[in-house]
């Protein structure tokens, strides 16, 4: 496994209980990888810090103006139904 490997999967290695082949696979790595084991220390940290903060109250209607740009944008699922998806237009 390479290291861009890891950095696409190593989200998952976050929770120790998993016993996939990929996890297996990135954990093996991250013992021979100083820099993916930085990495993963990093992320693990990040996560205990973004837990430790209270999540910020948004006033209602800002609330829904994040909302509506984010459907507006195929970010975030429109209600009773399937994601909005863009379609890119190729050039010819």
Avoid at 9 to 23: A, E, P, S, Y
Avoid at 29 to 41: D, F, G, I, Q, V
Wanted: charged content about 30%.
């Amino acid at each position: 496994m390479k290291c861009t490997d890891v950095y696409l999967h190593i989200c998952d290695n976050l929770d120790q209980r998993l016993g996939t082949r990929r996890c297996r696979e990135i954990r093996a790595h991250l013992r021979l990888c100083s820099n993916c084991s930085a990495y993963l220390a990093s992320l693990k940290r990040t996560v205990i810090l973004f837990r430790s903060v209270p999540a910020p109250r948004l006033p209602r209607a800002a609330h829904d103006r994040l909302i509506r740009a984010l459907r507006k944008n195929g970010c975030f699922p429109r209600p009773g139904g399937r994601p909005h998806t863009r379609t890119v237009r190729r050039r010819k």
